[in-house]
């Protein structure tokens, strides 16, 4: 199942659990009795319209992280670094993928480009941050990292720790802001 269907069911089912909380507690103190069309109406009106608008919102930055386009992303707010990455095997894509891999949440990965995409956690109150690792040649890699929204002061400072994470994941001592 795809990140974006799968925000959008998690969305909605805050919306359905916070729908339900109301509709008992309005049961209850008020006795209002609510019929099966109205409830449908409701929560299809505020129970599903927001959380479809929210993904709606995020859907390109979110589809582009799962696509197998291999360039780099171009959204507004990104982050760019050249890391410097000493691989200990002769399979220097391997041993990237198995790093990121044990840190962040690969959701594209392609040997022949040499391309790795991964994010963040993505929770309620955090979009987090979607990134993406090409090997370059002469031991160096292109990291880019963007946010979900590129308006947020938080997800900012997140984009620079998430920057520092990767470069202390694949280059302990080699760090080159861009």
Request: glycine fraction near 6%; proline fraction near 4%.
């Amino acid at each position: 199942m795809k990140f974006t269907t799968k925000l959008f069911l998690a969305w909605m089912s805050v919306f359905l659990l916070f729908y339900i909380a109301v509709i008992i507690i309005i049961g209850l103190f008020w006795g209002i009795r609510i019929h099966l069309w109205q409830l449908f109406l409701v929560f299809l009106i505020a129970g599903m319209l927001p959380p479809a608008v929210i993904t709606a919102i995020f859907y390109k930055r979110l589809d582009y992280m799962e696509s197998e386009n291999p360039e780099p992303p171009a959204f507004s707010g990104f982050k760019r670094a050249f890391l410097v990455f000493r691989s200990r095997s002769s399979n220097r894509y391997a041993e990237m993928l198995q790093k990121i891999d044990r840190n962040f949440i690969v959701s594209y990965s392609d040997r022949e480009a040499g391309v790795v995409k991964f994010r963040t956690d993505c929770r309620i109150l955090a979009w987090g941050v979607c990134g993406y690792v090409r090997l370059l040649e002469d031991e160096r890699v292109e990291a880019i990292v963007y946010p979900m929204n590129p308006d947020s002061k938080r997800e900012e400072k997140i984009l620079l720790q998430t920057l520092r994470l990767l470069q202390s994941v694949l280059s302990p001592q080699g760090y080159k802001g861009g």
